[in-house]
């Protein structure tokens, strides 16, 4: 296992390096990374590192959300509320319809594995977005118009929507049936999330009024933050918990109470390894035989549903203050997918679904082509599409 990690570190951290020289983003290095080195290549990594995956991969969630909470100002995101609310469901509901109305055509999918596959699809990445537009929001780019929080926010909000519909297409899949109470967990795990995560804030504030070292509130605040996570697993027969969003309100509250400056600081510094780990294993997780069964249909299946995404997205921003170029930056930055495909694309197969390895061919190919489309669209765009607010001195 060691050898594993050094090899996860050292050959992230020079690709990643390689990449970021070519003007490219490092996420494209870290990912090739992870797509030689896993068991689907060279298969150098050892087993028991890729049995705890979606636990490291978890871990690395976590703490870029703390420091996306720590980073968000609330005064900002209340400018963009509405916009920030639609960006959470609309674009995700036009990319599924765009695979409902397309994939029978082009992959010979019935309408329902269709639903299925444009479920595991329509999520974006939080793990490409989420250090961008904390970044921006750094730089103060962006953040006149609140850009970057609403996008943080909306991003943060589209998996929760996503993976319900993904266990509602599911069901019907296997001929079951799917209850109004299955949909009405989406606003309730959201509540609920938000309230858990400032009552955990509140009782860390208390808490860190002692004068504590911040390397152990640090440590204080992660461990809280797993307690949140778990609270999703071991509250879901009674009630729906956003364990996800319960982490951003608990970091907003902290922040909320005077604590962010330190905190911010040395959650930065964690987040460097954690985005090696995190995008090193979501590459491994790419089984490039699948990839090379998908076709060109499936390829211009991908492209479809992202311009009916697009056609959300722009939804979205109708009646705001966006100007054009802000408006396509929205687009872009709502374009890669990555972590969430990479923990429900292989599901359908594993339950034993007919459209199974289509789905997952799919989600591997989405990946490759839209995590570094989006990463590179972001870093590119940035500086000439947004508005650097200028720091009074």
């Known amino acids: 296992m060691l050898i594993s990690l050094a090899l996860i ?27 030689v080195t896993g068991p689907f290549v ?44 639609m960006m959470s469901f609309v674009p995700a509901c036009l990319e599924i319809t765009g695979y409902v109305i397309f994939a029978p055509l082009l992959l010979g999918l019935t309408r329902t594995e269709s639903a299925v596959m444009g479920a595991v699809l329509s999520a974006v990445s939080p793990a490409v977005v989420v250090p961008r537009m904390v970044s921006l929001i ?24 996503v993976i319900v519909l993904f266990s509602a297409f599911v069901t019907m899949e296997q ?15 959201m509540i609920t999330g938000v309230v858990l995560g400032i009552t955990a804030g509140i009782i860390l504030s208390i808490i860190f009024k002692v004068k504590t070292a911040s390397v152990i509130k640090t440590v204080i605040m992660l461990s809280v933050a797993f307690m949140l996570i778990t609270a999703e697993d071991a509250l879901k027969k009674y009630i729906a918990v956003s364990g996800l969003i319960a982490v951003v309100a608990m970091a907003c509250t902290v922040k909320i109470k005077g604590h962010s400056v330190e905190l911010s600081e040395k959650f930065g510094k964690l987040w460097i390894p954690s985005e090696i780990m995190l995008f090193v294993l979501v590459g491994a997780t790419v089984d490039i ?60 197969l594993s339950l034993g679904l007919p459209c199974g390895k289509i789905v997952l061919s799919v989600a591997v190919l989405a990946i490759i082509i839209t995590a570094p489309l989006g ?13 650097k607010e200028q720091i009074q001195k």
């Open 175 to 189: 001929g079951g049936t799917i209850n109004i109470s299955d949909f009405l967990d989406i606003p309730v795990s």
């Open 289 to 348: 035989r699948y990839t090379m069964t998908a076709g060109i249909n499936a390829v211009i299946m991908i492209f479809i549903a992202l311009l009916f995404r697009t056609v959300g997205v722009l939804l979205c921003t109708v009646r705001t203050k966006l100007n054009t170029k802000e408006r396509l930056f929205c687009v872009i930055a709502y374009l890669p997918k990555a972590t969430v495909q990479a923990a429900i694309g292989s599901v359908p």
């Open 42 to 85: 060279l298969d150098l990594l050892d087993p028991s590192v890729l049995e705890i995956s979606s636990e490291l991969r978890r871990i690395a969630l976590i703490i870029i959300l703390i420091k996306a909470g720590l980073s968000l100002n609330l005064s900002d995101l209340k400018k963009v509320g509405r916009p920030a609310l």
């Open 375 to 387: 990463g590179v669209g972001i870093d590119m765009t940035k500086g000439r599409f947004l508005e």
């Open 9 to 35: 570190f050292l050959v992230g951290l020079f690709m990643a390096d390689i990449f970021n020289a070519l003007k490219l983003p490092k996420i494209i290095g870290m990912l090739l990374t992870g797509i």
């Open 138 to 161: 750094e730089e103060k780019t962006g953040t006149k118009k609140g850009i970057p929080q609403m996008i943080l926010a909306g991003a943060s909000c589209d998996d929760i929507f």
